[in-house]
C-alpha cells in the first residue's frame, strides 16, 4: 500500500497544481500535465516492472472494444450535458470553464497529446497502478470504487461540480473496463480517443 499512498498523494499535489483556481495560471496547463502524467504512470510502470505482463497483454479485439467503448462513454456524457444543462442553472458555466485551457494551445497539438500521451498515461496510471493495487488489497469490487473516489477526487481541488462528476462517472466506466478485460488496453485506447473527440474535434461546450 505505501506506493498507492505516495503516488496517489503526489497526483492529488499534481491536481492541485492543475485545476485549483489558486494555482492553475501559473504555468501552461498542457506542458503541466504532460510532465504530471509523465511522472506518474513512469513510476507506476517501474515500480511494477516485474509483474506487468497479466494486465499488458495485447489482443487485437481490445482495438474494437476501445473504439466502441469510446463511443459510448462520448453519447454518455453528451445526453448528460443535456439533462444537467436543464437541471442545473451552473452547469453550463461550469462545463465551459474546463474548456477554458483550450486556448493555451492549438487543437492540433491537443489533440496529439491526449492521443499518444495523456489519455495512454491516465490509464496506465489510474487503472493499471492505483486500481489494480486497491484491488489486491481490498478486493476487485472494493478497490475499484476507492480508485474512482480517488480518480474523482483529485478533481475536486478545480471546485467545479462538473468536472468532478465527469472525472467520477469517466473513472467508474473504465474501471469497469479494466476490471471486466483484465487488461489497460481497451481503456487506454477508449481514453485516448474520447479525450480527443470530447475536447477537440465535438466538444459539448
Known amino acids: 500500500m505505501k506506493p498507492v499512498v505516495q503516488l496517489g498523494t503526489l497526483a492529488a499535489i499534481f491536481w492541485l497544481f492543475l485545476f485549483s483556481p489558486w494555482t492553475s495560471g501559473w504555468m501552461n496547463f498542457w506542458g503541466q500535465m504532460v510532465s504530471f502524467t509523465g511522472i506518474l504512470a ?35 456524457f453528451f445526453l448528460g450535458d443535456l439533462g444537467s444543462s436543464a437541471i442545473l442553472a451552473f452547469a453550463g458555466s461550469q462545463v465551459e470553464n474546463i474548456y477554458a485551457s483550450k486556448a493555451q494551445a492549438s487543437p492540433l497539438l491537443i489533440g496529439g497529446l491526449l492521443l499518444v500521451w495523456i489519455g495512454p498515461a491516465e490509464e496506465i496510471f489510474w487503472r493499471g497502478f492505483i486500481q489494480r493495487r486497491l484491488g489486491e488489497r481490498f478486493g476487485v469490487w472494493k478497490g475499484y470504487l476507492l480508485g474512482c ?3 474523482g477526487g483529485v478533481h475536486l481541488w478545480a471546485l467545479n461540480f462538473m468536472l468532478f462528476m465527469a472525472a467520477l462517472v469517466a473513472g467508474l466506466f473504465w474501471g469497469a473496463m479494466f476490471i471486466k478485460y483484465g487488461s489497460v488496453w481497451p481503456g487506454i485506447i477508449s481514453h485516448a480517443l474520447w479525450d480527443v473527440a470530447i475536447f477537440v474535434i465535438w466538444p459539448i461546450d
Open 42 to 76: 513512469g513510476s507506476a510502470l517501474l515500480i511494477d516492472w516485474r509483474r506487468l505482463d497479466p494486465i499488458y497483454g495485447f489482443q487485437p479485439n481490445h482495438a474494437l472494444i476501445g473504439v466502441v467503448s469510446a463511443v459510448v462513454l462520448y453519447l454518455i
Open 149 to 151: 473516489l480517488i480518480y
